[in-house]
C-alpha cells in the first residue's frame, strides 16, 4: 500500500523558513514524479512544485519566484520542500503527491495526474 506522509509544516514569522518533507513507502518512487500542491481555507488547490525522476529537473507553480526549492533523495523515498521568505499569503495545507506514470501534465502541476497524496501539513505564516 503507498503511503505518503508530510511532515515540517508549522508556524513560522514572515520571511522565515520551513523545510517540508514528505516519506513514501509502498514502491519504489525513483522512477515517480513528485510533486508539491498546497491549498488554502475557501480557495482551490494550487500547484507548488514538481521534480522529474530521471534528471531531477523541477518546476514550479508562477508565485514561487525563487523562493521554494523542491528536491528529492531516492535512496531514501523522500521528496523535500525548502521554502524560503514565506509570505502570509503562503498560509495553506500542503500535500506531497506522486505520479507513476511520469507524465508531463503531472511535471505541469495538472493535479489530476497524481496517484498517491499525502494527508497534508500545516504551514501558517504570520504578518
Known amino acids: 500500500q503507498v503511503q505518503l506522509v508530510e511532515s515540517g509544516g508549522g508556524l513560522v514569522q514572515a520571511g522565515g523558513s520551513l523545510r517540508l518533507s514528505c516519506a513514501a513507502s509502498g514502491r519504489t518512487f525513483s522512477t515517480d514524479v513528485m510533486g508539491w500542491f498546497r491549498q488554502a481555507p475557501g480557495k482551490e488547490r494550487e500547484f507548488v512544485a514538481a521534480?522529474?525522476?530521471?534528471?531531477?529537473?523541477?518546476y514550479y507553480g508562477t508565485f514561487v519566484k525563487g523562493r521554494f526549492t523542491i528536491s528529492r533523495d531516492n535512496a531514501n523515498n523522500t521528496v523535500y520542500l525548502q521554502m524560503n521568505s514565506l509570505k502570509p499569503e503562503d498560509s495553506a495545507v500542503y500535500y506531497c503527491a506522486v505520479d507513476t506514470n511520469s507524465r508531463w501534465s503531472a511535471i505541469l502541476g495538472v493535479d489530476s495526474a497524481y496517484d498517491y497524496w499525502g494527508q497534508g501539513t500545516q504551514v501558517t505564516v504570520s504578518s
Open positions: 521534480i522529474t525522476s530521471s534528471d531531477n529537473r523541477s
